[in-house]
Structure formats: C-alpha cells, structure tokens
C-alpha cells in the first residue's frame, strides 16, 4: 500500500516541476519522471493480466510523444 | 479508489488543465496536454476500463503528433 | 510499515545500480540517438550541466531504454511472475523500434531485470518494492537536479572509457 501512496506523490511532485519549468528541453525530463510514475500506478492500482499492458501502452505511447516534441524542438532550434 | 489518490491525480489532471490553459509557448501547451492525460489516465484504469485506457494512451500521442504538425507550420 | 519502506529503499538502490550500468555499457552517454536527446542535452548543458550526462538524460526521454525495461519488467513479475517480465521484454523491443532506436539497452535491460526481480521476491522482496524503488532511482536522476545528476553521469562514463 505505502508503494501506490509513494508512486502518486512522486507524480504529483513531477508533475508541478514540470508546470514550474521554463525551458521545453529540460520541462521533458520531469515529464518523463511522471509518466513512470503513472506507469506504476497503472500496475499497482489493478493487478491484472491486461494492466500490464495498458501500462506499457501508456509508457510507450508518451516516450513517443515526447520523442516527436523534442524533435520537433530541436528542428525548431536548428532554423 | 482511496481518496487521497483521487486527490492526488486530479490535482495532476487540473494542474495540466491550467497551465495548458496559461502558458504561451506552444511547446509548452503540448506538454501540458500530455500531464493533462496522465492525470486522466489512473481514473479510468481504478474502474477496471482497461482497453478503453490502452486506447486512450495510443491515441493521446497521435493526437500531439497532429499538432506538432500545425505548430512547426505556425512556426515556418 | 519501516520494515516496507526499507525494502523499497533497498529496492531503489539494486535497480538504480542495475539501469546505470547497463546504460553507460551499451554507451548511452557517447551520442543522441535521435535528433530529440541532443536537443535536451544542449538545453541541460546550458543550465550547467555536461554533455555527456545530458546526452544520456535525453535518450532516456526519447526512447525506452534499461531504465524502462527495468520498471516494466517489474510491472511483469508482479502481474505474472517470469512470463509476464519478457513479455514486457518484447513489447520493449517493439516500444523500441517505434521510436527509431536501434539500439538493444531496454530490451537487455528488461531481460536482466526479470531474472533479478524474481530473484529477489525469492528472498523475500515483493515485486512492488521494484516497481516503486524504480519510480525512485529515475526520480533522483532526472526529476531532482539536473546539473547534478548529469555531472554524475558524466564522471561515470569517464570511467568507462
């Protein structure tokens, strides 16, 4: 139990640094931090079969996404 | 789920709502966007909806992919 | 109750420990994999970072690597023992090559972790002690301080080679 409660304040924490956070390049990091915490949740909230692989949906799916903003960051630097 | 969770994820949900809502650099909303959905995603998971937070976690990133797209031609 | 927190401590600093490793030995720090990490990398170097650190910081964002594969594997164990880390090994492997990584850290790293985890809820660790000692250890090294944490990196990889 003390797991789920440690996983969710590590999102909530992650989640107002990355709020707070000026620059894009380093606001990426703290919302990578949050979305392992919300890829734990996922697991620790349900212990199923399928959870798993909502979880790793959901990991997958976000490094993709800020996968795409930096690159798109970066083309944006380099013009 | 335990109350102090529901608080705990929608403070994440509602502090993406607001900043996604305030910041001005467009980097900076798709971020927001992003901490929005994270906030989200746990509620549907604690009601055992399982495929709909798989589909909601695929499509989340298409989505910003999109808007990437019109924000490097707002940017060009 | 202290007995659960230390456990999870402990848990922490295994796969801190594991995911550095296997990181700095399939040479994460050296280049960005993707045009994304070198981005993030000159940003954290501006805040006073280095290089070399902030480079492995950015590949850690732009594609799952150990670090992923570890938190992943442990998520495996604990839903189905030994089967359900490599499954989370493979879909790794497929996270992987969607992102346009073509590089085999995470899947290695979600290979290693499986057997490790596993060892340890033998001894009498449980499987959510990984999966929050995880969220812990890439806690200290992206979400607390930047410059430090590349520094350490950097040092490390000096090491290394």
Known sequence: MIALYLVAAIAVFAAVRVVIEQKTGRKLPYANVMNFAVAGTIVLLLDHPLSLVAAAAYFVGSTLEANAVASTYAGGMKR | ?76 | MLGEFLHILAAATISWILFVTVDILFRLPEAGGVSGASAVARDIEAGGGALAGGTMMGNIVCSPDASAGTLLAACGVYVAGIPGGLAAALMVFVGNRICHDPGYAGTTGAVLATFVVYAFTLVGFAATDFIAGMVIAILTIQGLSHTHASRLLDRLWRIRQ
């Open chain 2, 1 to 76: 789920m335990i109350v102090a969770l529901e608080v705990a994820f929608g403070l994440v949900a509602l502090l993406g709502a607001v900043s996604t809502a305030l910041v001005r650099d467009s980097y900076g909303k798709v971020i927001s966007l992003g901490v929005l959905v994270a906030g989200i995603v746990p509620f549907i998971v604690d009601r055992g909806y399982l495929d709909v937070a798989v589909a909601v976690s695929l499509i989340a990133p298409v989505v910003t992919i999109f808007v990437l797209m019109a924000v490097r031609r707002a940017e060009a």
